[in-house]
């Protein structure tokens, strides 16, 4: 077993930082304030291949796995500016494409994905189906050769600057009798007639915005559907894993961000005769806040390498518990830097007290920190089932 | 198509605290994360612009223990083409004088070399002696302090900025080149060229490799050593001026009294 990542993974995460260094939070921050989005990272961090390091090289990919594109991720967090559409455009989207897509849904998308240049939203939440994805009413009929598509969605991140939306609806099953629905992934662009969405204003400081999503009688091609009928839940479970990677690798990054800020401020700031790092009601939570940030990583790069051996049920596992575990460090590391901080951590100086909102997500999506350990409490120990 | 060589030098992260060793005041390289010079980084970045515009190859030299290796892949991962690393435990300690002259036979080894470039003063030592010492020893003209190079055939002309003004500067190659800060923004490297940057060559040598008695170089024959070495004093909290219409005349009346204006 290995425990240290390689020398290129190691050579990337040190590159993607130093180029989060030069953003930094202070340009989330101005971004926020300006209604501003986080295009210029964005464009540089495709431009040098970071945001498509997990397509495959015959679409100009990087030909690297999830483990990079995590590594990516968290490291960008760490820098204080994470971008939070990377956990659904490259890896859920363009993962479902490059494993399940058809060749010309490839060809079509995975060369923007490999540059960074493509943006697709995605979006399986529903206002009557949220944790419980089995009530999800937004439905596909046949029109000649393709679609139309109603249904609502809520709380779909970056709608906005998105070319297409990944939709998670429903079609009618063939091989039922009862006219059973089954799942089907579509891929719907952002200026389809009968599409329309509007921001939910949120209590989270970040660039990239919700939306509700409208879809009234769209019109698509047959070609919009993700792959071929029947393979909807391989495609699903495809993208989710990959999802709660980067999740996790998100919030493990927000916080070593914290901690980091933490760290530095305990060893300087002095109200007695030492800094305050040396008393031990701070030196400790902070060193617990590390010991949980590291095990979550450890969890984290574990599910990624599960995944890019392509044990798909393995990592189902792994990935859970690394999205819980991190998702909880992260908040714990973010509450143990306001604390460390007295007043400035909740001056916005200290971009600290927006952090404590924002860290919170990790908890909530996803996947529901609740619905994860209805997983364990199922899957990995065997135990009987509320709902 | 120029052959061009790149100095470039493993540093304490300017980031991080760094600090001196207390047994020989030597650097203390564990204390302080290790990366490639950021002025190196401008130095490679200067190389492949050449490289790119009119073709050629790019090699970094680097003079350092084996953990250099780190910011070798670097420059090679930024798009250089192969390297030479000189890592000898004789070397520890070495002055500018010496590992000048370590320089001048790493570089021998690279055949046909037409244009050395390097940081004009590394960020740790800050002697910011080596590409003239180095250039004296090769018998090559030295074009020091560049903040813009052209290079046109065998016609190199550089723009060098002092505190007394620009002066500009020709030479024919080969010629050694010392940049500063304002010559270019580096690139970060593509994840291609982190994949790359493995598989590119890199020779390892010794002062014995490159025919230098271990005896002339460390700091126990070194020309000069540091003796006594203490931290900064920390930053005071400095005065603050409350702007209360008159603050832009306080500002002046502190600088005066500090007889900075
Ligand atoms: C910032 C942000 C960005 C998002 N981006 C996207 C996106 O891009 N695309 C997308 O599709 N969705 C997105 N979401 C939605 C997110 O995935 C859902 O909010 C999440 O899955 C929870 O669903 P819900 O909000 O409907 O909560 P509900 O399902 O209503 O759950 C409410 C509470 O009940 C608990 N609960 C529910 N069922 C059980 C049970 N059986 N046992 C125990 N507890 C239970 C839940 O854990 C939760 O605490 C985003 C959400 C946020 C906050």
Request: glycine residues 10%.
């Given at each position: 077993?290995v425990?240290s990542?390689?020398?290129?993974?190691?050579?990337?995460r040190?590159?993607?930082?130093?180029?989060?260094?030069?953003?930094?939070?202070?340009?989330?921050?101005?971004?926020?304030?300006?209604?501003g989005?986080?295009?210029?990272?964005?464009?540089?961090?495709?431009?040098?291949g970071?945001?498509?390091?997990?397509?495959?090289?015959e679409?100009?990919?990087?030909?690297g796995?999830i483990g990079?594109?995590?590594?990516?991720?968290?490291?960008l967090?760490?820098?204080?500016?994470?971008?939070?559409l990377?956990?659904v455009?490259?890896?859920?989207?363009s993962?479902?494409?490059?494993?399940y897509?058809t060749?010309e849904q490839?060809?079509?998308?995975?060369?923007?994905?490999?540059q960074g240049t493509?943006r697709?939203?995605?979006?399986?939440?529903?206002?009557d189906?949220?944790?419980?994805?089995?009530k999800?009413?937004?439905?596909?009929?046949?029109?000649?050769?393709?679609?139309?598509?109603?249904?609502?969605?809520?709380?779909?991140?970056?709608?906005?600057?998105?070319?297409?939306?990944?939709i998670?609806?429903?079609?009618r099953?063939?091989h039922s009798?009862e006219g059973?629905l089954?799942?089907a992934?579509?891929?719907v662009?952002?200026?389809a007639?009968g599409?329309?969405?509007?921001?939910i204003?949120?209590?989270?400081a970040?660039?990239?915005?919700?939306?509700?999503?409208?879809?009234?009688d769209?019109?698509?091609?047959?070609?919009?559907l993700v792959g071929?009928e029947?393979?909807?839940l391989?495609?699903l479970?495809?993208g989710?894993?990959p999802?709660?990677?980067?999740?996790a690798s998100?919030?493990?990054?927000?916080?070593?961000y914290?901690?980091?800020k933490?760290?530095e401020?305990?060893?300087?700031?002095?109200v007695?005769?030492?800094p305050i790092?040396a008393h031990?009601g701070?030196?400790h939570?902070l060193?617990?806040a590390k010991?949980s940030?590291e095990?979550a990583?450890v969890?984290?790069?574990?599910?990624?390498a599960?995944?890019?051996?392509g044990?798909?049920?393995?990592a189902?596992e792994?990935?859970?518990?690394a999205?819980y575990a991190?998702?909880e460090?992260?908040i714990?590391a973010?509450d143990?830097?306001?604390q460390t901080h007295?007043?400035?951590g909740l001056?916005?100086?200290?971009?600290l007290g927006?952090?404590i909102?924002a860290?919170?997500i990790?908890?909530?999506?996803?996947?529901s920190r609740?619905m994860?350990?209805n997983?364990?409490a199922?899957?990995?120990l065997?135990?009987?089932?509320?709902? | 198509?120029?052959?061009?060589v790149?100095l470039?030098?493993?540093?304490p992260?300017t980031y991080?605290?760094?600090?001196l060793a207390?047994s020989?005041?030597?650097?203390?390289r564990?204390?302080a994360?290790a990366?490639?010079?950021?002025?190196n980084?401008r130095a490679?970045?200067?190389a492949?612009?050449?490289?790119?515009a009119?073709g050629g190859?790019?090699?970094?030299v680097?003079?350092?223990?084996?953990?250099?290796?780190?910011a070798i892949r670097?420059?090679?991962s930024m798009?250089?083409d192969?390297?030479v690393?000189?890592?000898d435990?004789?070397l520890?300690?070495?002055?500018v004088?010496q590992?000048?002259?370590v320089?001048?036979?790493?570089?021998g080894?690279?055949?046909?070399y037409d244009?050395?470039?390097?940081g004009?003063?590394a960020?740790?030592?800050q002697a910011g002696?080596v590409?003239a010492?180095?250039?004296?020893?090769?018998?090559?003209?030295?074009?020091?302090?560049?903040?813009?190079v052209?290079l046109?055939g065998t016609?190199?002309?550089?723009?060098?900025?002092s505190?007394?003004?620009?002066t500009r500067?020709?030479a024919s190659l080969p010629?050694v080149v010392?940049?500063?800060e304002k010559i270019?923004e580096p690139r970060?490297p593509?994840?291609?060229g982190?994949?790359?940057?493995k598989?590119?060559?890199v020779?390892?040598?010794?002062?014995?490799d490159?025919?230098?008695d271990?005896?002339e170089?460390?700091l126990?024959n070194a020309?000069?050593?540091v003796?006594?070495?203490?931290?900064k004093p920390?930053?005071?909290?400095?005065?603050?001026?409350?702007?209360?219409?008159?603050?832009g005349s306080k500002?002046?009346?502190?600088?005066?009294?500090?007889?900075?204006?």
């Open positions: 077993m425990f990542e390689s020398d290129e993974r190691i050579a990337l040190s590159a993607v930082f130093e180029l989060g260094r030069k953003y930094g939070h202070e340009y989330m921050r101005r971004q926020v304030r300006s209604g989005k986080t295009n210029e990272l964005w464009d540089e961090a495709g431009k040098l970071y945001l498509g390091v997990n397509v495959p090289e679409f100009g990919g990087g030909g796995g990079d594109l995590a590594a990516v991720c968290e490291e967090s760490a820098a204080g500016c994470g971008l939070l990377m956990v455009s490259p890896a859920i989207c993962t479902i494409i490059a494993r897509g060749g490839k060809r079509q998308w995975l060369p923007g994905f490999a493509t697709m939203a995605f979006g399986i939440t529903e206002p189906a949220g944790s419980n994805a089995h999800i009413t937004t439905t596909a009929r046949r029109d000649g050769d393709g679609w139309l598509l109603s249904g609502r969605k809520v709380f779909i991140s970056g709608v906005d600057e998105a070319d297409a939306v990944m998670v609806g429903r079609i099953d063939e009798r059973r089954k799942p992934l579509f891929i662009p952002t200026n007639e599409f329309t969405y509007q921001e204003e949120m209590d989270i970040s660039p990239d915005k919700q939306f509700l999503l409208f879809l009234d769209v019109s698509l091609p047959a070609d919009a071929s029947d393979a909807a391989l495609q479970f495809a989710l894993n999802e709660r990677i980067m999740a998100f919030a493990i990054g927000t916080g070593r914290a901690l980091d933490a760290v401020y305990a060893k300087t700031r002095t007695w005769k030492e790092g031990q701070i030196a939570p060193a617990d010991i940030l095990l990583k969890m984290t790069q574990k599910a990624a599960l995944y890019d051996a044990d798909d049920m393995g189902g792994a990935a859970n518990m999205k991190a998702a460090a992260s714990k973010v143990v830097a306001v007295g007043g400035n001056a916005s100086e200290y971009g927006s952090l909102a860290s919170r990790s908890r909530i999506a996803p996947v609740e994860i350990l997983f364990v199922q899957n990995s065997g135990l009987p089932k509320s709902y | 198509m120029p052959n061009i790149v470039v030098k493993q540093v992260d991080s605290e760094r600090k207390e020989d005041h030597t650097l203390d564990d204390s994360d990366v490639l010079d950021e002025i980084e490679v970045e200067e492949l612009l050449l490289k790119e009119q190859e790019v090699t970094v680097s003079v350092g223990p084996d953990r250099a290796t780190d670097k420059a090679l798009g250089a192969k390297a690393h000189v890592s435990e004789a520890r300690g070495s002055d004088l590992t000048a002259k320089l001048a036979a790493a570089v080894k690279v055949e046909g244009l050395v470039i390097a004009n003063e960020s740790d030592g002696a590409p010492i180095l250039a004296e020893l090769l018998g090559v003209p030295q074009l020091t302090h560049a903040r813009k052209e046109d016609t190199l002309k550089v723009e060098r900025e505190e007394e003004g620009i500067l020709e010629a010392s940049v500063g270019n970060y593509s994840f291609k982190i994949m790359a940057a598989k590119k060559p020779e390892t040598l010794t002062v014995a490159l025919g230098i271990a005896g170089v460390g126990g020309w000069t050593s003796l006594e070495a203490a931290p920390p930053r005071t909290a400095g005065q603050r001026v409350t702007d209360e219409g008159d603050g500002v002046a009346e502190y600088l005066v009294a500090q007889k900075l204006i």
